[in-house]
């Protein structure tokens, strides 16, 4: 079964700073890789997802994330935050041959000071 | 746009209560999921369905049931409310298409569930 770790439980970062939130994940073959944000009070939204193709994946709100593979990560970044960034961030795992099944980190929380 | 809604955003309930909790999408999509979520966890998945009256366990079936009687409604119900069930609970939908898992899931804005 996948596994998939957020490193980082809470990051600050300033506004007008670049962020980078990391996630590693375990399991043999390609994996299908996600980030969502969850923003206060609110459920998660897909940022950007990874099936194939180009490693550098370009998302909503100007995130964009890179697949390594040697590396087993799927980071995502943003070049400067913005305090409506202020979020929770769930990066998840697909594995094919299970259909329906996401496994989730538990995730980065994002605070970002004036 | 995408919408779906959840019945309650915060719900207090005592032990030993069979609570039910809501969630329904307007897109006709085919798959709909529970998720509980807890700090330090992630979303941890108790049931899906792909199809009315079709269901499957995730990952953390035990206390919970569901129902899915019409395409548009989700419904997760615990059966005898205990503390440890205390948890923000999310629901999500999909479109099926050709990879289940790779479509977007949609996701509700939660209900916080307290049980006393």
């Known amino acids: 079964a996948q596994s998939v770790t957020q490193p980082d439980i809470h990051i600050t970062v300033s506004e007008g700073a670049s962020l980078e939130l990391r996630c590693n994940y375990s399991?043999?073959?390609?994996?299908?890789l996600f980030w969502y944000v969850q923003s206060p009070g609110q459920g998660l939204q897909l940022l950007l997802k990874?099936?194939?193709?180009?490693?550098l994946v370009q998302g909503i709100k100007g995130f964009e994330a890179e697949f390594k593979r040697s590396q087993s990560s799927f980071n995502l970044r943003k070049p400067s935050v913005h305090w409506s960034d202020a979020a929770e961030y769930f990066c998840?795992?697909?594995?094919?041959?299970?259909?329906?099944?996401?496994?989730f980190g538990a995730g980065t929380t994002v605070t970002v000071r004036a | 746009d995408v919408k779906v809604t959840q019945s309650s955003r915060y719900l207090v309930k005592r032990t030993g209560e069979k609570v039910f909790l809501e969630c329904v999408q307007d897109m006709d999509h085919e798959n709909m999921f529970w998720y509980r979520q807890d700090p330090g966890l992630g979303l941890r998945l108790i049931y899906f369905s792909y199809d009315v009256k079709m269901k499957e366990k995730g990952d953390i079936p035990e206390g919970y049931s569901v129902s899915r009687e019409k395409k548009e409604r989700f419904s997760l119900i615990l059966e005898s409310a205990s503390t440890n069930q205390t948890s923000m609970y999310l629901c999500a939908s999909s479109l099926s298409t050709s990879g289940r898992f790779r479509d977007t899931q949609y996701f509700g804005p939660g209900t916080r569930l307290t049980v006393l």
């Open positions: 399991y043999g073959a390609t994996p299908y």
């Open positions: 998840a795992v697909g594995e094919s041959g299970n259909d329906y099944k996401l496994s």
């Open positions: 990874y099936f194939s193709g180009d490693t």
